[in-house]
């Protein structure tokens, strides 16, 4: 017995350093919306996640099954099938580990995002619902806009069913970070793929914050206020700089699905035991009086979102650029209680 104790201490740093070892865990996922313009190319980057064992492509239409037909093709591990109509949802969500929701309309040009609200806030409470119902321990990435009010309708969906747990929701705001990360180092250089620049209050408009003077690394020579300014206001205006480039043919859809998937790949491994996976999402927070729930870094592990980091220092424009989309954040959260409440 000695002997094997030894041998296993041996092992025991080779098992550490094996780079495949993170990989070992396969998690089921289901995709809610999989014959859409963000389902599907987010569908087969999910079939080519290595920590994704058992995909479920679930859609309205039937086209969910010649999408699970065509992404099954691709070789990776990940069982693919597809589910269609509300008598396959449950089936679908069966022992799910994470769920991504990016069911509902997309804007059109001079739409708000809150425009969408009328269809897509019944859409999201009832896929909700389902989840409450059959995967209760999943965790939800929410797409589905206006995602500052259906997070918080997710939310009271959750609380009617007794299963909310704040760690297990989170509105994908990572598209915003994308954005930055690509529009900062185009203008100031650096590396897209490395730069870190939080994006921090809401997912519409001003309620999208940039954190310009957190960059790292810092841009030489670092942002004048006219560069701040203006590389906020594209970050802000990124979604409807590609619904006026669509020209009414739909919204960000596969800049979105890169978006969607780098962010379930992060929770995956947090899920995996990973430790220090950082990303920007809308969880529920404490950070800002007023805001029930608030994007910023959060550090993801087993449970979900372990932990909701602070802001940081803000620069003077960004302390106001706060202070100005708290009334709009704050109106949008409550107008997603206010229906969930009345219509649950
Ligand atoms: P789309 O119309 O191309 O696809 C939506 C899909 O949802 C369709 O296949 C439709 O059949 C399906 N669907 C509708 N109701 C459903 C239901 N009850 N159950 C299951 N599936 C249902 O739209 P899209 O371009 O993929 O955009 C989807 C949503 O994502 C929109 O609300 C859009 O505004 C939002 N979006 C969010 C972000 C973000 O950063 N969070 C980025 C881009 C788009
Ligand atoms: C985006 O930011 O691209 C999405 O929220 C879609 C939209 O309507 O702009």
Same mark, same amino acid.
């Given at each position: ?59 309205? @239409? +039937?086209? %969910? &099954?010649? !999408?699970?037909? #065509? ?5 990776? =591990? ?5 589910? /269609? ?65 259906? @997070? +918080?309708? %997710? &939310?009271? !969906?959750?609380? #009617? ?5 704040? =760690? ?5 705001? /990572? ?69 006026? &480039? ?99």
């Amino acid at each position: 017995n000695r002997r094997v104790a030894k041998l296993a201490a041996h092992l025991q740093p080779q098992i550490r350093r094996d780079p495949t070892a993170a990989h070992k865990a396969g998690f089921t996922v289901a995709v809610l919306g999989a014959a859409g313009g963000i389902g599907q190319p987010l569908s087969l980057l999910l079939k080519r996640c290595p920590l994704v064992a058992d995909l479920r492509l679930y859609d309205v @239409v +039937p086209l %969910a &099954a010649g !999408v699970a037909a #065509d992404v099954s093709h691709v070789n990776s =591990r990940a069982d693919t099938r597809g589910f /269609h109509g509300p008598s396959q949802l449950p089936l679908a969500l069966e022992g799910c580990d994470l769920v991504v929701i990016p069911a509902g309309v997309p804007r059109k040009p001079g739409m708000t995002r809150d425009d969408l609200f009328n269809i897509n806030a019944g859409i999201v409470r009832d896929l909700v619902a389902a989840c409450a119902k059959t995967c209760p321990n999943a965790v939800l990435n929410v797409i589905s806009n206006p995602v500052n009010s259906t @997070v +918080p309708i %997710a &939310a009271e !969906v959750l609380k #009617d069913a007794g299963v909310y747990d704040p =760690r297990r929701l989170m509105g994908v705001t /990572h598209l915003d970070v994308m954005r930055a990360r690509t529009f900062v180092s185009r203008s100031k250089g650096g590396d897209p793929n490395t730069i870190d620049i939080p994006v921090v209050g809401g997912h519409a408009g001003v309620t999208i914050l940039p954190l310009l003077s957190q960059t790292r690394p810092f841009p030489k020579g670092g942002f004048t206020a006219e560069e701040a300014r203006a590389l906020t206001h594209r970050i802000q205006n990124g979604g409807t700089e590609v619904v006026d &480039a669509k020209a009414g043919a739909g919204s960000a859809t596969l800049s979105m699905a890169a978006a969607a998937a780098e962010f379930a790949h992060s929770v995956l491994r947090g899920l995996n035991g990973e430790r220090n996976v950082l990303e920007h999402a809308f969880v529920e927070s404490r950070l800002v009086p007023g805001c029930a729930f608030f994007a910023s870094k959060v550090r993801l592990g087993r449970v979900g979102v372990e932990k909701v980091l602070g802001l940081g220092k803000l620069s003077d424009a960004e302390a106001a650029g706060l202070k100005a989309l708290t009334p709009e954040l704050s109106a949008s959260i409550r107008k997603g209680f206010d229906f969930a409440r009345a219509s649950i």
